[in-house]
Nanobody, 120 residues
Framework: QVQLVESGGGLVQAGGSLRLSCAAS????????MGWFRQAPGKEREFVASINWSGIGIWHADSVKDRFTISRDNATYYTIYLQMNDLKPEDTAVYYC????????????WGQGTQVTVSS
C-alpha cells in the first residue's frame, strides 16, 4: 500500500496562486509515477499533471499548461508539488494526489483530496 497526504488547498481570488503538496509513504519503492487529478462539482474527474519517478517525464493537461507546474522534491523523491498560478474560477475543484505503481497501468492509489476554491 501507498499512503498519500495532500496539503495546500484553500480559497484564493482569481489570478492568485496556490501550491499543493503530496507526500507518499509506505511501498514507495514501487512508485512509477505520481500526479494530480481534479474533480469539480457535477463534472467528471480529470487529469491535471503527472511526473515519473525519475523526474524526467512530465505531463500537463492542456487546460493548465503555462499556468500549473508539477515538480518533485529531489531530496525525498516521494513528495510532489503542484504550483498553480493565474488561477481561474473554473479551476475550482477537489484536487487528488495519485500514484501509479510499476506493476499497473492505472493510478491505483489516491489521496483524500484537497479543496481548491477560486473566487471571481
Amino acid at each position: 500500500q501507498v499512503q498519500l497526504v495532500e496539503s495546500g488547498g484553500g480559497l484564493v481570488q482569481a489570478g492568485g496562486s496556490l501550491r499543493l503538496s503530496c507526500a507518499a509513504s509506505g511501498r514507495t519503492f514501487d512508485i512509477y509515477r505520481m500526479g494530480w487529478f481534479r474533480q469539480a462539482p457535477g463534472k467528471e474527474r480529470e487529469f491535471v499533471a503527472s511526473i515519473n519517478w525519475s523526474g524526467i517525464g512530465i505531463w500537463h493537461a492542456d487546460s493548465v499548461k503555462d499556468r500549473f507546474t508539477i515538480s518533485r522534491d529531489n531530496a525525498t523523491y516521494y513528495t510532489i508539488y503542484l504550483q498553480m498560478n493565474d488561477l481561474k474560477p473554473e479551476d475550482t475543484a477537489v484536487y487528488y494526489c495519485v500514484v501509479r505503481s510499476s506493476t499497473t497501468g492505472v493510478y491505483n492509489f489516491w489521496g483524500q483530496g484537497t479543496q481548491v476554491t477560486v473566487s471571481s
